[in-house]
């Protein structure tokens, strides 16, 4: 069965703590892991696209990394303002045209100053 | 940018009315869109895909007499809550798909049900 898991499920940490989010998969077809930021009561934010096993993208304080079964999302010297719910999106070709985006349950990080 | 918006942000309304919903991409022009539905403290479910000119694809479970999709044209997409009861309140999300791979989404609405 096509699964997104993430870990932890909330992660609290203080300014300048640096650490990682996880999202495994284990999912055939895989096109693509997405990585999303979202704020309560908004809708996600896109952050990465990562297609391969090696890639490596980096924005600001978030660096995402993908192997073949797994990605994570590194957090360097995080602030008060990177506090939010990160998912993490697999995208899938059932076939045709359509593409789904499996979503893990998402990371609540929570930085305190 | 990529920028998508919904309409309303918030709407309450009575057991058994009708609610429109309307996603838009404002910059770039979208075949394909994707309705959400995210429950609190929950991630996003997709309820169905939208596509340009024809109908939309519904997920298992998901009503299509209940959930009206249109997507009558490249930038817009409507959803539409049939009969809405106190369960169908939720938090709708759409997005829009740019570059045949990357989904944009827009900000959400939040359904009220009385």
């Known amino acids: 069965e096509d699964q997104v898991t993430q870990s932890p499920e909330a992660l609290r940490l203080q300014e300048g703590e640096s650490s990682s989010l996880n999202c495994s998969y284990t999912v055939s077809g895989l096109r693509g892991l997405f990585w999303y930021r979202q704020d309560p009561g908004k809708g996600p934010e896109f952050l990465f696209t990562l297609y391969s096993a090696g890639e490596e993208k980096e924005k600001e304080r978030l660096k995402a990394t993908l192997t073949k079964k797994e990605s994570f999302l590194h957090i360097t010297a995080p602030k008060p303002e990177d506090s939010a719910t990160y998912l993490c999106?697999?995208?899938?070709?059932?076939?045709?045209?359509?593409?789904?985006?499996?979503f893990g349950t998402g990371t609540l990080l929570a930085v305190q100053p | 940018g990529a920028v998508v918006s919904q309409h309303p942000s918030w709407v309450i309304c009575k057991s058994g009315t009708s609610v429109k919903i309307e996603c838009r991409s404002l910059d770039f022009q979208a075949t394909t869109m994707f309705w959400y539905r995210q429950f609190p403290k929950q991630s996003l479910m997709l309820m169905a895909t939208s596509n340009e000119g024809s109908k939309a694809t519904y997920e298992q479970g998901v009503e299509k007499d209940k959930f009206l999709i249109n997507h009558a044209s490249l930038t817009l997409s409507t959803l539409t809550v049939t009969s809405a009861h106190p369960e169908d309140s939720s938090f709708y999300i759409c997005?829009?798909?740019?570059?045949?791979?990357?989904?944009?989404f827009g900000p959400g609405t939040r359904l009220l049900v009385l």
């Open positions: 999106a697999v995208l899938m070709n059932y076939g045709g045209a359509t593409n789904k985006l499996i």
């Open positions: 997005s829009a798909l740019r570059g045949g791979a990357t989904q944009y």
